[in-house]
């Protein structure tokens, strides 16, 4: 009888360990990141930023940062257009800790569920210090009211 228990036991405790591996690998990950600054007055920064934005995001979001026309209504599909990066859009509304991990990740694996968008996930395109790049070199761009607020939101 004791023996059954221990084997049950054992193999619960496997379970465990293997269950707190795949934590700690979602937690580490989440660590790595929690430190992003963006480097919106790098010379070397912004120069590669334009450079991965002009391949990766100009095509939905414009090569002037303009984004898509209506893109704050939904298509026939339920999707929204690709939204500005200008200071006319919400980028600037967010801090460099959620932009980072929207374009490494998705939208869909930051909330844990479906929704409808048509933003890719970059974390098998892009380098961290790419997606940095790019957000540098976007907010590079803003006024500076803009980079100001984004600096006090990532303050709080």
């Not at 334009?50 to 391949?55: H, L, R």
């Not at 095509?59 to 200071?87: F, K, M, T, V």
């Not at 968008?117 to 892009?126: E, F, G, H, T």
Request: glycine residues 8%; contains cysteine; charged residues 20%.
């Amino acid at each position: 009888m004791f023996k059954g228990i221990k084997h049950i036991s054992f193999i619960v405790v496997i379970f465990l360990f293997l269950g707190m591996g795949i934590y700690y690998t979602q937690f580490s990950t989440s660590e790595i990141v929690t430190n992003v600054s963006l480097k919106p007055n790098d010379a070397l920064t912004i120069k590669l930023g334009g450079s991965v934005y002009a391949k990766n995001c100009a095509s939905c979001h414009g090569a002037n940062l303009e984004g898509q026309i209506n893109w704050r209504q939904r298509d026939s599909n339920g999707y929204l257009p690709a939204p500005p990066h200008d200071e006319s859009g919400h980028t600037w509304h967010h801090s460099d800790q959620y932009l980072f991990l929207m374009t490494k990740y998705g939208i869909e694996e930051m909330i844990g569920k479906r929704y409808p968008n048509n933003m890719p996930a970059y974390k098998d395109v892009l380098t961290d210090d790419e997606i940095i790049a790019v957000l540098s070199y976007i907010k590079s761009t803003w006024p500076e009211q803009i980079k100001q607020q984004h600096n006090t939101l990532n303050s709080r």
